[in-house]
């Protein structure tokens, strides 16, 4: 196991474009996504991901998103470690949203 990958959201937002089938995963709490999202992002948050797994095809490349950072850093080892290729997203949505003005930060 290697050491996963740390994006800045505009690289993600790149590889999201160069790569079709790629994956933006947000982790974050229901009311959090609520709040904002990433258009066409996948939604589990954290603490359902062990039993919604299945829902993640390994085969995609997977980019993980939550707040700023760190969960979905935590969340990119566990599935790292579980055999998936993952990158996190530094900065989570607060940084996308200084990328993407149209996302309201909170």
Known sequence: MGTV????????????????GTVLLDVRENWEYQQ???E???????????????????EQALI???HHGNRSRQVANWLQSHGYRVSNVV??????????PGLPRY
Not at 5 to 20: I, K, N, V, W
Not at 91 to 100: L, P, T, Y
């Open 91 to 100: 900065g989570g949505i607060d940084a996308w949203s200084e990328m993407d």
């Open 40 to 58: 066409g992002c996948c939604h589990i948050p954290m603490d359902e991901l062990p039993e919604r797994l299945a829902e993640l095809n390994p």
């Open 5 to 20: 990958p740390q994006l800045d959201p505009g690289q993600a937002r790149d590889l999201l474009s160069r790569e079709p």
């Open 36 to 38: 904002v999202h990433v």
């Open 64 to 66: 993980v998103l939550c």
